[in-house]
């Protein structure tokens, strides 16, 4: 069933759809829609395409995290790699998982393991996320874009990783939800 049969089926009804803002990573939709209650409304949607986030576990225990500058909250957040190519549609999540890695860390994943799913502000996005734990990785260098000059990894032993959890030091809601679902699926 596609997005809008199902929001038929839940008593929606977009009457009108224009797209307010536009770039190559981001788009804002703004929808007028009739609610299940017969009232009128705005949905504002924001447009991405399906990104991956990684978590790269090596033999020794150890996890490779990025750090890096996030400009619209104004600090240097620890996150595990992920991201999305804007180029290319309909990309292969493994495909794509593998080349984040690289990029960011220059790690090559002998296996990638698909956990899950989920999405990244469901309230106000569309952009749905694919989670993968990284095993059998090789080194190499990163090819960083050039909007990530200033991106740093680092290998933390995993007891570490969970104590910047607990401490508030990790403050990425798709690292820290990523982790969540690799733990409950006992894949680490």
Known sequence: M??????????????????????PWTAVREDIIERPDGKEGL??????????????????GQVTMIQQFRYPVGERLWELPM?????????????LALGELREETGLTAGEMVHAGTMYQGAGYSNQKG???LARNLTRGEAEREESEADMTA???????????????????????????????????
């Open 83 to 95: 991201g999305m190519w804007e180029t290319r549609e309909n990309v292969d999540p493994i495909e």
């Open 154 to 188: 680092h290998d933390v032993p995993l007891a570490e990783f969970e104590r910047m959890i607990v401490s508030g030091e990790m403050k990425c809601m798709v690292s820290l939800a990523a982790f969540a679902l690799i733990r409950a699926k006992g894949l680490i």
């Open 130 to 132: 694919h989670v993968f």
């Open 43 to 60: 949905y504002g949607v924001v447009e991405r395409g399906e990104f991956v986030v990684i978590l790269p576990l090596h033999t020794d």
């Open 2 to 23: 596609s997005i809008e049969e199902e929001r038929r089926k839940a008593g929606f009804k977009t009457l009108s759809t224009r797209i307010a803002y536009s770039n």
